[in-house]
């Protein structure tokens, strides 16, 4: 059979519109039907793997989808029959972090029985995920077009994520698990789990049960153990990482509603700008060992908890008025002569980087932890980058792993304006970022040097909730937490290291996010319904 070679092509067939498009894909000249397609096992191929399964087998023969621009089609002929997709694993190991082989092989042919296979249940689900988003409405029966495909795919980076902020606003179980659906849909595995911060702690302790009880909203705006042990594997079964952050000692003002003692600057207002980058203010006070007591406790609890090898400590936008004006940090400071507020607060990420340490955990860090204190981090230390597109060369250059979550690019919750009731304006970081803004940012952006594009080893769109809950939460992320998805797993360049443009994958991703509705995930419109079934037909290509 003919074959045409497409490899990262930025253009494909409607019938062919992937997202992410995979690193190598061919296809021939002849479409295939299938009335019920069977996936099975070929040998025993682990329980992460059976669960992808199960769950695809249902998503392919349950959805009538057809794609946007075949929308006047009709029904097409068929070559052959697809009766069935083998699936198979060379290693039944269901461990998943950073060094997962995710890869996978697909092929179908015109006639006959699909085979999948990867080196890990992990590769299945990409591998299953990609077989799905290849078989369309056709009457009554389902059709897969230019048969027949051979695709070999992998991530061009191990960590994508969204991180998704619980503390501002609650979000029930059932609205995260919708995320984490979305999220495989488009091939990201990683879920940084914002779970508490200056205004709630929803999240239960065994150790400190007063943290929830006066730090959550309500009773039923708490996440419980068996809360947290089922997003964890429903996360899994999705190849799907969760990385709580815990941040401290910043952003921890609900902390003093249940041990007040522990907390400096608690809730200045009115002017709680000076003290806190937003209200309520409050961080813990460094120059108390109860705090260091406090937050290893905590991380003993929690890191048990979440068993994922990273373990986020957040570390950012410190304030040192905060400690400045606090009565017992100035009485500290005044019986150690020789100690400030900034070898303090060295002194304060040491004992906590080295207790995390102990408990087996690599530390993942916002970047002012590097950049903006006189600590200097393990080298074994993840740093995520927000403040400034910059911060992710310098961030390598000087021997850390970067993850890539600029606020000028990868930041969903801008664009809405001020939050602050008397403030009528614009929020910090605003204007919006378009799905093609989004995309356009490229993570090795300004590193040349081989190796240190190495320690960039991931990228990460952030939504925090100070005005997100999950009635919105949707349309805030999709699309354009899939043009993140695409760019962080096939690379921003093709094979032949041509830049895909916003144009020329914009009929790809207005296919995903039809299917992205189709199975149940609201996601924001891109363009008129006209300029979907037209491409190229609103572009701009004049200034008049």
Request: aromatic share 10%; charged share 25%; hydrophobic share 35%.
């Amino acid at each position: 059979m003919f074959f045409l070679n497409i490899l990262l092509l930025a253009t494909v067939p409607a019938s062919l519109a992937l997202w992410p498009i995979p690193h190598t894909v061919k296809t021939g000249q002849s479409n295939s039907g299938a009335q019920c397609i069977d996936i099975s096992a070929k040998g025993d191929v682990g329980d992460i793997a059976k669960s992808a399964i199960d769950r695809y087998t249902a998503l392919v023969n349950r959805h009538n989808f057809t794609a946007p621009l075949d929308y006047k089609k009709g029904i097409t002929e068929t070559d052959g029959v697809v009766s069935s997709l083998e699936v198979s694993v060379d290693d039944q190991l269901d461990t998943l972090d950073l060094d997962t082989d995710e890869s996978y092989t697909l092929d179908i042919p015109v006639d006959g029985i699909s085979t999948l296979k990867a080196k890990t249940p992990y590769g299945i689900i990409h591998g299953l995920e990609t077989f799905s988003q290849l078989v369309f409405a056709n009457g009554d029966n389902k059709a897969i077009f230019n048969t027949p495909v051979h695709i070999e795919d992998s991530p061009a980076f191990p960590h994508r994520g969204i991180l998704l902020d619980t503390a501002r606003n609650y979000f029930s179980v059932v609205s995260i698990k919708r995320v984490l659906d979305a999220m495989s849909y488009n091939k990201l595995n990683v879920l940084h789990w914002h779970i508490v911060d200056a205004q709630s702690w929803p999240v239960e302790s065994k150790v400190y049960p007063e943290l929830q009880e006066k730090g959550a909203y309500s009773p039923d705006m708490q996440y419980s153990y068996d809360d947290v042990d089922c997003i964890v594997k429903y996360a899994k079964e999705r190849a799907i990482r969760v990385i709580p952050e815990f941040d401290v000692p910043g952003h921890t003002f609900i902390v003093g509603k249940a041990f007040p003692e522990l907390v400096s600057c608690m809730n200045k207002q009115p002017y709680w700008d000076k003290y806190a980058a937003e209200p309520p203010s409050g961080q813990l006070n460094i120059a108390k060992p109860e705090t260091i007591e406090f937050a290893e406790k905590i991380f003993a609890e929690y890191t048990k908890l979440f068993p994922d090898a990273v373990f986020h400590l957040g570390g950012d936008e410190v304030n040192r008025d905060c400690w400045n004006e606090d009565s017992d940090v100035q009485q500290y400071l005044k019986d150690n002569p020789d100690q400030d507020i900034e070898s303090l607060l060295v002194d304060w990420y040491s004992k906590i980087h080295e207790y995390l340490a102990s408990t087996g955990k690599t530390a993942l860090t916002w970047e002012e932890t590097l950049f903006h204190s006189n600590y200097t981090p393990p080298k074994d230390t993840i740093i995520q980058t927000w403040i400034d597109e910059q911060s992710i060369p310098k961030t390598v250059a000087k021997g850390y792993r970067s993850i890539a979550s600029p606020s000028s690019s990868y930041y969903l919750d801008c664009g809405h304006g001020s939050w602050l009731s008397n403030n009528d304006g614009n929020s910090w970081c605003d204007p919006f970022k378009t799905w093609m803004h989004v995309y356009n940012f490229d993570p090795l952006a300004n590193i040349t040097d081989a190796s240190e594009q190495k320690l960039v080893i991931g990228a990460e769109v952030a939504i925090w909730a100070e005005q997100t809950d999950e009635t919105v939460i949707d349309q805030r992320l999709w699309p354009r937490a899939a043009a993140m998805a695409e760019t962080a797993w096939s690379g921003k360049a093709d094979a032949s290291g041509h830049v895909r443009t916003t144009s020329e994958v914009a009929s790809r991703l207005h296919e995903q996010r039809f299917r992205m509705v189709d199975r149940g995930i609201g996601a924001e419109p891109m363009q008129p319904l006209w300029c979907v079934r037209n491409p190229g037909s609103c572009a701009l290509y004049s200034d008049s």
